[in-house]
């Protein structure tokens, strides 16, 4: 058995976790299996208030990618931690709690009343590209994020993970503003902002322009992302953007990665994770690895 | 990627296409068994996704279960919309595909009551298991109304499951030339069963009499297909909105808003 990974207060019995909005609040996998499989989840993407989601198209298939634009529909923070949170807690796997927001003041509703739950840690969304007000303003520049963080940081005292975005500065100036304002770990990538045209419409397929493209299309940039972000802080890095395989969350590990998130996978096919960890293990006997340390970090 | 393939842990198991008889040139009847030797499942109205064997890296593509025979095969209606619609239209027999299912939640079926179904379009799939289970389980023999844009197709497979049977098309020159909706009277029946384009369900949905239960099946862009997405949703009458892949793809009209 391969050690336990800690990040924050969390310690995960895998690398995997699943990605916020590619496993709901966890109800959906529990049908194929116990989420004690995994590593951890990280849920839906929160807000402080309830958010119907966008109108139009909202998913469209490119060649090895998938382009959304859910827009944070979600059930509001409270809702939330009164529906969703009594059953999740008792799963036996490490719960992030992904928070996302509008403004300043939404994040800052959200997360206390996150603070005064029992959750034990959050992700902070400052990079969904699909909300006009969506946060990931926050996530384009060192600057914005560090004050994000900050305002975050004063009024959260479990574990907090960042978010990053891949639209913005460079991944390792925003990962040293999180780590520099007390982040606990980061976690990238979110989804790329992309876009689609429908020739024969002549217009955009999605309302908002653009959307997001996830999958294995995104998987070489990312893995460059994660290593950039490794390097540059002392921090934990979650690593995640296309992952497909075994060998794709091992690599992660190797560039500097200490937990691996999978999303489009986990949309692919509900089993994904199972079979990546299974991989993973298989690799680590193989190799005999007593330690995913063996391995981090060596590229 | 492909070796992938080999493990057992996916929710998609291999199935092979044992049978392909192209019914238009856009539409196409297909059997599948499952390489394992089960019998495939499910009931009138879930659906199934399905993708090449190879394409772990691809989304399944959601297809209404159409027949779910003795022989433990299942049958499909598939349309030409897009490049794997078009693969599984131009697929051999013999061909390996990919299938993740039953999915969602199907039609409710009642037995004793005066019943319609109405199909337009490929909509017409999901409505042939649902026929043989109503007389099965039900003894129901309904009302049959399929609406089609062009010539129609796969009208002998409903036709002996029908009390009375009406078929319309829109362009073609084979059959009475209508809208399907205006053929139906809903006054005449307890419950009608419907699927087929957003158009067909809509004028439905508007002409429902208060007393008339009405079970509508929605066609819908999926990833997921099981829930987790988001991508596939419904407007419905709370103001909030619904899976069709997972709260549905059949839902209770009382539900549903129509803009």
């Known amino acids: 058995m391969l050690d336990v990974i800690k990040i924050g207060d969390l310690n995960l019995q895998n690398p995997i976790i699943t990605a916020s909005g590619t496993c709901g609040f966890g109800r959906e996998l529990a049908e194929f299996y116990a989420l004690a499989e995994l590593g951890g989840l990280s849920t839906k993407g929160l807000t402080y208030s309830s958010r119907l989601g966008n109108s139009g198209e909202r998913l469209l298939e490119t060649p090895s990618g998938l382009m959304n634009s859910i827009g944070l529909q979600n059930p509001g923070v409270q809702a939330f931690l009164d529906m969703e949170w009594p059953w999740l807690k008792q799963q036996e796997t490490e719960i992030l709690v992904n928070l996302g927001g509008g403004h300043e003041d939404e994040y800052i509703a959200g997360v206390e009343l996150l603070e005064s739950s029992s959750i034990k840690a959050v992700e902070l969304n400052i990079s969904c590209p699909n909300v006009k007000t969506g946060g990931m303003a926050y996530g384009m520049t060192a600057k914005s994020t560090a004050h994000i963080v900050n305002v975050i940081r004063k009024r959260f005292s479990k574990t907090l993970i960042v978010k990053l975005s891949p639209n913005g500065e460079a991944v390792s100036e925003l990962a040293k503003a999180a780590e520099s304002e007390g982040a606990d770990a980061i976690s990238l990538v979110n989804t790329f902002q992309a876009l689609a045209v429908s020739v024969r419409e002549r217009k955009a397929v999605f309302a908002n322009v653009t959307a997001g493209l996830s999958g294995a299309a995104i998987y070489p940039v990312a893995l460059r992302m994660v290593r950039d972000a490794a390097q540059a802080v002392d921090i934990p890095v979650i690593g995640g953007g296309g992952v497909m395989s075994g060998e794709d969350a091992l690599a992660m590990i190797m560039v500097g990665a200490h937990a691996v998130q999978l999303g489009t996978a986990v949309l692919l096919d509900p089993l994904a994770p199972l079979r990546i960890i299974a991989e993973m293990n298989q690799y680590a006997s193989e190799h005999k690895l007593s330690s995913w340390q063996e391995i981090r970090k060596i590229i | ?259």
């Not at chain 2, 078009?86 to 037995?111: I, M, R, T």
């Open chain 2, 1 to 259: 990627m492909c070796n992938q393939d080999n493990t057992p842990l996916s929710a998609y198991v291999e199935a092979r296409i044992i049978e392909t008889i192209k019914l238009t040139d856009e539409i196409v009847d297909l059997t599948l068994r499952r390489e394992d030797g089960k019998p495939f499942a499910g009931k009138p109205g879930q659906f199934v996704m399905i993708k090449p064997q190879g394409r772990t890296d691809m989304l399944g593509r959601p297809i209404s279960i159409a027949r779910l025979n003795s022989d433990g095969t299942l049958r499909l209606l598939v349309r030409q919309a897009g490049k794997i619609s078009k693969a599984l239209y131009d697929a051999q027999c013999n061909s390996h595909w990919l299938v993740f299912g039953p999915l969602g939640h199907g039609f409710e079926l009642k037995a004793g009551l005066r019943t319609a179904l109405v199909g337009g379009g490929i909509g017409i799939a999901p409505l042939l298991e649902l026929a043989v289970k109503l007389q099965s389980t039900g003894q129901v023999k309904p009302d049959i109304f399929l609406g089609y844009r062009d010539e129609p197709y796969a009208t002998e497979l409903f036709s002996p499951l029908a009390h009375e049977f009406t078929v319309m098309t829109e362009h073609g020159a084979s059959c009475k030339q209508g809208l399907i909706t205006e053929a139906c009277n809903l006054e005449n029946y307890d419950i009608v069963y419907a699927c087929g384009p957003d158009g067909l369900l809509q004028a439905l949905w508007r002409q429902r009499p208060d007393n008339v239960e009405m079970q509508l099946s929605l066609e819908r862009k999926m990833a997921c297909g099981y829930g987790v997405c988001l991508g596939c949703i419904v407007a419905t009458q709370d103001g909030g909105n619904k899976r069709a892949c997972a709260d549905g793809p059949v839902f209770d009209a009382k539900e549903l808003v129509y803009a």
